[in-house]
């Protein structure tokens, strides 16, 4: 009986040239941020991934996660934003299919809205973005951030994933049509579970579509116990803008 030898390659993907850059999927590349000032303040400066399948070109587009750390990551050192959440194993993930930007946020400073938007649509400009299919998910500051960016810009993500963060009750009734999964830790002693209880119940008494999850006997680190999870990856990409 002949032996049948089978040889399994794998490839590593290639590297796509965007503006003259050479970019490689998989991996994330820190990047400038355009010198756009808004407010006198520059761009923010952040982490590009582009997934492993990612193709430079108008036939394909992918969908958009916008991450945002909490305060302990301010600086001017993008590898701190690695510290918590998506970004310290992305790399590592089979299969992630978003496109996905990590700013960083300057010390002293609190997410603002207006440079996170020249941020997206930086992303959309230059990365084959499917404009239905963005997301925002953010972790203690960065969870006040996503529900701010979401208000200040309805109708402009198809879902956002806040954690042990919180918002302004009266910018809730700009999140009725956009998908909200909050998470929060029961014992968090930083930014209490109420903060993220009372947008979730005024967003729904108002009409929207907003839920909880409580993590029982969790502190401040709930994010330690979310991004892991494939099944909130699922469900930002079972939402999509009509």
């Known amino acids: 009986m002949k032996k049948i030898l089978i040889f399994i390659v794998i490839l590593a993907p290639f590297n796509v040239s965007i503006n003259g850059q050479d970019l490689k999927p998989g991996t994330q590349i820190p990047q400038p941020g355009k010198g756009i000032f808004i407010k006198k303040a520059q761009a923010y400066p952040y982490l590009l991934y582009l997934p492993k399948n990612f193709v430079a070109d108008h036939q394909h587009s992918y969908p958009l996660l916008l991450f945002l750390h909490g305060s302990g990551e301010r600086g001017n050192d993008l590898e701190l934003v690695k510290k918590n959440g998506t970004p ?20 002293e400073e609190t997410w603002d809205s207006e440079r996170l938007m020249a941020l997206v649509n930086e992303a959309i400009e230059n990365y084959s973005i499917d404009t239905n299919r963005m997301y925002v998910t953010g972790l203690s500051m960065g969870g006040y951030g996503t529900f701010d960016l979401a208000s200040n810009y309805p109708g402009k993500f198809a879902a956002i994933l806040p954690v042990c963060g919180g918002g302004q009750e009266l910018k809730a009734e ?29 967003v729904n008494k108002l009409g929207g ?14 994010w330690d116990y979310v991004y892991n999870r494939a099944e909130i990856y699922q469900w930002l990409l079972s939402h999509q803008l009509k």
Do not use: R, Y
Request: include cysteine; hydrophobic fraction near 45%; charged fraction near 15%.
């Open 209 to 222: 579509n907003a839920q909880i999850t409580i993590l029982p006997g969790v502190g401040h680190n709930a």
């Open 174 to 202: 700009k999140l009725i049509k956009t998908p909200i999964w909050a998470f929060h830790g029961a014992d968090d002693p930083v930014v209490p579970v109420s903060e993220s209880k009372n947008m979730v119940e005024i």
């Open 88 to 107: 310290g194993f992305v790399e590592s993930m089979e299969d992630f299919p978003f496109v996905m930007l990590s700013p960083q946020c300057p010390e």
